[in-house]
């Protein structure tokens, strides 16, 4: 099992209690593009060009809310990401 997998599986397991970093790492793992605005706001824009959805992080401290885990979740599954058959 790959570190892409454990981190898959622990997002998972427990949305509640994901970080930004974990899934940001994800998202751009699978391709997706970074935008953050430039006015010091602490929302990050996840785009792919597969994909009309874009995906919005709140990046502060602690976990993200679970809804924003579950939309980047959703996301990584409308792309077909599954890195256990890399």
Same mark, same amino acid.
Request: charged share 25%; proline share 4%; hydrophobic share 40%.
């Given at each position: 099992?790959?570190? *892409?997998? *454990?981190?898959?599986?622990k997002? *998972?397991s ?5 970080? %930004? @970093?974990?899934?940001? /790492?994800?998202?751009?793992? !699978?391709? %997706? @593009? =970074?935008? /953050?605005? +430039? $006015?010091?706001? $602490?929302?990050?824009?996840?785009y792919?060009? @597969?994909? =009309?959805?874009?995906v ?6 602690g !976990?993200?809310?679970?809804y924003?885990? +579950?939309? !980047?979740?959703? @996301?990584?599954?409308?792309? #077909?990401?599954?890195? #256990?058959?890399?």
């Open positions: 099992m790959t570190r *892409k997998d *454990k981190l898959l599986q997002i *998972k427990n949305p509640r209690n994901a970080i %930004f @970093a974990d899934v940001r /790492q994800l998202l751009l793992d !699978a391709g %997706f @593009a =970074e935008r /953050q605005p +430039k $006015s010091g706001s $602490s929302h990050h824009i996840y792919h060009v @597969a994909l =009309e959805q874009i919005v992080l709140v990046q502060g401290h !976990a993200l809310p679970e924003q885990v +579950k939309e !980047a979740l959703r @996301a990584l599954y409308l792309l #077909g990401v599954n890195y #256990g058959e890399e």
